[in-house]
């Protein structure tokens, strides 16, 4: 046996807790977060945790600390155990994985990745891409997974899928557990990821409306949703005539980062159709910040998690709510 099983325990939890410390208070002056007061005193600490701070607020009479109000708020579990998390959650590590790395109970990792991809998706709510973008689609197969009333196994209702049997011809469809997804891909960088009930033009309007800003380049295959797509400088390349790119027009992009998307959806092991826009929409955090490490994209997640004013939303589930992209249809969009 090694001596030590888990990463965590070889965390200073000093330095987490000033590390936390940090990020609670970046960008905000030190505030009560219950009557937003500013007239603070420090309060000592807690016995049991030597290294929190506490304060005394003025104006409600009542103590705080870092973590008050915040999404990490009464976990009984510590702050490295939620730092390591993070960091796996961005590693691609899937909730099992968490479960068994940090050595807590997998419902409770489950939990705390759909709150933590939630807290990540509070950065992607208004993003747009513009300039040159190239568009594709995929399906992606995406049943009922977790979706039993109390749990456990629940009969299909249906044969099983047969995954080494060539599956069906034709286009996915929500109906038929093979939603669409599709990725407009800037080249200058952003990129942003639907996951819609099918294929139609109007979703595809619709979705190129949210995810494109009006008058930029569109580039695309010669799908017949695309080409009645309105409001963009539009060309496209025919694949069925082995055309991929004709000088500067090309979709290669859009294709490459499909190549990215389906090994990591495929760490899952299978998405419920319900759960599969979280799934899509931190995928497209990851890749909207690249250029950082595994532990600097932990960094605004943790630093999301530890906004009082998100922490209500995040465990609603409120984020990933809008990213639901499976009723576009029904949504007003003006
Ligand atoms: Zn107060």
């Known amino acids: 046996m ?5 990463l965590h325990q070889l965390f200073n939890i000093e330095h987490c807790q000033a590390y936390i410390h940090t990020l609670r208070w970046k960008e905000r002056p030190l505030q009560c977060p219950r009557c937003q007061s500013q007239a603070i005193d420090p309060w000592g600490t807690y016995h049991y945790r030597p290294d929190c701070k506490r304060y005394w607020c003025n104006g409600c009479k009542r103590t705080f600390n870092d973590l008050t109000n915040t999404m990490l708020h009464h976990s009984k579990r510590s ?3 939620w730092i390591l998390a993070t960091f796996l959650l961005c590693l691609a590590c899937s909730s099992r ?21 939630n807290a990540a998706l509070s950065y992607e709510m208004e993003r747009q891409v513009e300039g040159t973008v190239e568009a594709d689609d995929l399906y992606h197969t995406a049943g009922q997974k977790g979706q039993a009333h109390q749990g456990g196994k629940k009969a299909l209702g249906r044969r099983a899928r047969g995954r080494r049997k060539k599956r069906e011809p034709g286009r996915g469809h929500y109906d038929k557990d093979r939603p669409a997804i599709i990725a407009w891909v800037s080249r200058q960088g952003a990129v942003v990821i639907h996951a819609t009930r099918d294929f139609t033009v109007k979703t595809v309007q619709k979705a190129a409306h949210l995810a494109v800003q009006a ?13 009645a797509v309105k409001g963009y400088i539009h060309e496209y390349v025919n694949h069925t005539q082995k055309e991929y790119a004709r000088g500067d027009v090309h979709e290669n992009r859009a294709e490459c980062l499909f190549s990215l998307l389906k090994p990591y959806l495929r760490v899952f092991r299978g998405i419920g159709k319900l759960n599969l826009p979280g799934y899509v929409g931190f995928f497209q955090f990851l890749r909207n910040f690249r250029q950082l490490n595994a532990f600097e994209q ?8 530890l906004d009082p004013t998100l922490a209500s939303r995040v465990k609603k589930g409120e984020f ?15």
């Not at 050595?103 to 709150?115: A, M, Q």
């Not at 932990?298 to 998690?305: F, G, N, S, T, V």
């Not at 990933?320 to 003006?334: E, R, S």
């Open 2 to 6: 090694p001596a030590l099983s888990y």
């Open 79 to 81: 702050l490295p155990h």
């Open 97 to 117: 994985r968490i479960a068994r790395e940090i050595g807590v109970h997998i419902r409770t990792s489950y939990r705390w990745c759909w709150w933590l991809r």
């Open 215 to 227: 008058g930029s380049r569109l580039y695309t295959d010669s799908a017949s949703s695309y080409r």
């Open 298 to 305: 932990a960094e605004p997640i943790l630093q999301a998690a």
């Open 320 to 334: 990933v709510k809008c990213f639901d992209h499976f009723d576009l249809l029904q949504t007003a969009i003006n």
